[in-house]
T-cell receptor
Framework: NAGVTQTPKFQVLKTGQSMTLQCAQDMNHEYMSWYRQDPGMGLRLIHYSVGAGITDQGEVPNGYNVSRSTTEDFPLRLLSAAPSQTSVYFC???????????????FGEGSRLTVL | SQQGEEDPQALSIQEGENATMNCSYKTSINNLQWYRQNSGRGLVHLILIRSNEREKHSGRLRVTLDTSKKSSSLLITASRAADTASYFCATPLYNFNKFYFGSGTKLNVKP
């Protein structure tokens, strides 16, 4: 059982480049989310999705796009990378929806992004 | 702004001692969760306590919740070097659609 899989694990971009961070889960979870983790800032929610075709913004959505065409996948797109987006990105999932009081998040191992 | 904040930011103890870390939050919650993060890894769920519970145990972990003070504490008893990690509290909001995390307590257990 793979859980939550993130790719790539490491990426270096130049300012202005675009890229997509991939996230896939095999637990049939309806809820998926993206966080960024910066030193001393904890985790901040970027975007989340409560099911295929449904996405919404978190605390820090600017500069990022998401889509949810399948239950399994929730990619995060950086449209035009900026040095301020240098961070560690985590994808997390939770579910199933018929057990909402569980609420436990399952995390991937992270994607470390550096923007030069 | 952060919903949950941990205290202290860093804690260094000897193996065998107990470690206590605290979390404060701002709004009403349905439950509060604690997570652990080893260096360079993803977060792992430790324990969940519901708003109608005051205390919960799981192995060497003991969590308390005081909704009147909007605070929670995590106690790790008889700590081990392997407990060295960062610990975060998390509060799900809006019917679990948003989880907010504090900035974490970095625990160092010296052998």
């Amino acid at each position: 059982n793979a859980g939550v899989t993130q790719t790539p694990k490491f990426q270096v971009l130049k300012t202005g480049q675009s890229m997509t961070l991939q996230c896939a889960q095999d637990m049939n979870h309806e809820y998926m989310s993206w966080y960024r983790q910066d030193p001393g800032m904890g985790l901040r929610l970027i975007h989340y999705s409560v099911g295929a075709g449904i996405t919404d913004q978190g605390e820090v959505p600017n500069g990022y796009n998401v889509s949810r065409s399948t239950t399994e996948d929730f990619p995060l797109r950086l449209l035009s990378a900026a040095p301020s987006q240098t961070s560690v990105y985590f994808c997390a999932s939770s579910g199933p929806r018929d057990r909402p009081n569980t609420g436990e998040l399952f995390f991937g191992e992270g994607s470390r992004l550096t923007v030069l | 702004s952060q919903q949950g904040e941990e205290d202290p930011q860093a804690l260094s103890i000897q193996e065998g001692e107990n470690a206590t870390m605290n979390c404060s939050y701002k709004t009403s919650i349905n439950n509060l969760q604690w997570y652990r993060q080893n260096s360079g890894r993803g977060l792992v769920h430790l324990i969940l306590i519901r708003s109608n519970e005051r205390e919960k145990h799981s192995g060497r972990l003991r969590v308390t919740l005081d909704t009147s003070k909007k605070s929670s504490s995590l106690l790790i008893t008889a700590s081990r070097a392997a407990d060295t990690a960062s610990y975060f509290c998390a509060t799900p909001l809006y019917n679990f659609n948003k989880f907010y995390f504090g900035s974490g307590t970095k625990l160092n257990v010296k052998p």
